[in-house]
């Protein structure tokens, strides 16, 4: 079974422009989240869809942010015009809907390693 | 509002002998912790979890440890291996599915 995959692994651009991350959770998985680590802080929870919805997108730094899941399947994560406190790795999760433990075992992609210059 | 905190960023052991990571939370309304371990670039992987109406769970070498009243939680490593090298990051969770992550903890299992 594939995993979460993530495109690209790295991407460097100067401050105000627009980049644009993608996700490919596991087949299957309703439930998708996008987490950001800066410098080796906590990773924070950015939003989670629920196939093609919004279920919270509570952890959304601002209007620069937008993410979308159209069809429920992949992802794409759009900053734009970026500035230089976006650097940072940027991690998308899937999960399947269950009750009991794991309890939401969620299952990390690789990550993309933002640079704004 | 950090809500998951690890307070130690390292931890260096030898092989052979017992890992203690530890974890401090705010939220009473979490009702379930994880552990995830993370290599350097990958993303982090699931290793193990706990209900928030127990108080210990074990899996092999890794066992983790809840004290509800302290609002604490511990990951043992026994016995401590070369390839248990990585971080270790401390998560929470409640109904609403998202996790809450601590700053991770790097442990480094030598010789």
């Known amino acids: 079974e594939a995993g979460v995959t993530q495109f690209p692994s790295h991407s460097v651009i100067e401050k105000g422009q627009t980049v644009t991350l993608r996700c490919d959770p596991i087949?299957?998985?309703?439930?998708l989240y996008w987490y950001r680590r800066v410098m080796g802080k906590e990773i924070k929870f950015l939003l989670h869809?629920?196939?093609?919805?919004?279920?919270?997108e509570s952890g959304m730094p601002n209007n620069r942010f937008l993410a979308e899941r159209t069809g429920g399947t992949y992802s794409t994560l759009k900053v734009q015009p970026a500035e230089l406190e976006d650097s940072g790795v940027y991690f998308c999760?899937?999960?399947?809907?269950?009750?009991?433990?794991?309890?939401?075992?969620?299952?990390f992609g690789p990550g993309t390693r933002l640079t704004v210059l | 509002d950090q809500q998951v905190k690890q307070n130690s960023p390292s931890l260096s052991v030898q092989e052979g002998r017992i890992s203690i990571l530890n974890c401090d939370y705010t939220?009473?309304?979490?009702?379930?912790f994880l552990w995830y371990k993370k290599y350097p670039a990958e993303g982090p992987t699931f290793l193990i979890s706990?209900?928030?109406?127990?108080d210990k769970n074990e899996d092999g070498r890794f066992t983790v440890f809840l004290n509800k009243s302290a609002k604490h939680l511990s990951l043992h490593i026994v016995p401590s291996q070369p390839g248990d090298s990585a971080v270790y990051f401390c998560?929470?969770?409640?109904?609403?599915?998202?996790?809450?992550f601590g700053a991770g903890t790097t442990v480094t299992v030598r010789a």
């Open positions: 999760a899937s999960s399947q809907d269950r009750a009991g433990p794991p309890y939401n075992e969620q299952f």
């Open positions: 087949s299957g998985h309703d439930n």
């Open positions: 869809f629920v196939k093609e919805s919004k279920q919270d």
């Open positions: 939220n009473s309304m979490f009702d379930y």
């Open positions: 706990i209900s928030s109406i127990k």
């Open positions: 998560a929470a969770g409640s109904n609403d599915y998202k996790l809450s």
